[in-house]
């Protein structure tokens, strides 16, 4: 059997705080304790929001914790043709569509659905799901409107997708303490029609998270229970794509002290800033239970 290889994704679409700690920090503990590698990875296919500072304070903010990670660091916005490739593979499959709805649009479809009663429903975030407008355009028009530019994603068709698995996606789940394993039921039904590649790039965080791990040769994934509800999204692209799918723990996030999730957008402290302050890696270490 090839080795246990676990990875941390961070986004560097801000400054890694404790949240982030706490998990490069278990990934680096479960895969001590399953005699296992760490890779690293940053997840930077979004070019509004990551900047290559962000980056640098990525890496020394690791450094600093005192974690190390085997071989190269994989960037995904090096690898935005192999996404492209992966996305094109769905869309020749019949199991997505392109859909040309702005933000706005989508909104005012869901309120006009909502006002009549119809439409509620809500994905694993708390988000309306997407009522379909596009699925139903002529391949005439999908063409005409991608030849005259219009700016598209492409959402994946799932009741299209879920017809073309005889058997429904599962997901393997792990122990942290000793590995074994169990397997559960996915619903990706709950995702709607997903979007899987945005507008600007040629793929979704759903669609590269699931390739990267196939190529990085990721076995085990650990990561934030923020991100659980979405692995049964990644069972289904796994398995429409011919991917091998990890094993999965998702642990508890650390919270503020008024229960509130950290978040770089609400400004949640730095580790740049606890270092600054004068805070040791081995009391952010402490502070965490490591
Ligand atoms: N890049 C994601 C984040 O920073 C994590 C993705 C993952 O672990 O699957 O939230």
Redo the contacts with the bound molecule.
Sequence with gaps: MSRPTF?????PNGRLHLG?AY?ALLNARIAGRLGGRLLLRI?DIDPGRCRPEFVDGILADLDWLGLTFEASVRRQSEHLSDYAAARDRLAADGLTYPCFCSRGQIGADIAAREARGEGRARDPDGAPLYPGTCRGLSPEERRARIARGEPHTWRLDMEAALRTRTDPPVIRRFSPDDGAQETVAADPARWGDAVIARRDVPAS?HLS?VWDDAVQGITH?V??Q??EA?TDLHALLQSLLDLPAPAYHHHALIRTESGEKLAKSKGSEALADLRARGATAGEVRAMLGF
């Design positions: 990875r941390f994704a961070p986004s982030h998990s997840e965080y998270v994934v990561r934030g923020d991100l979405a």
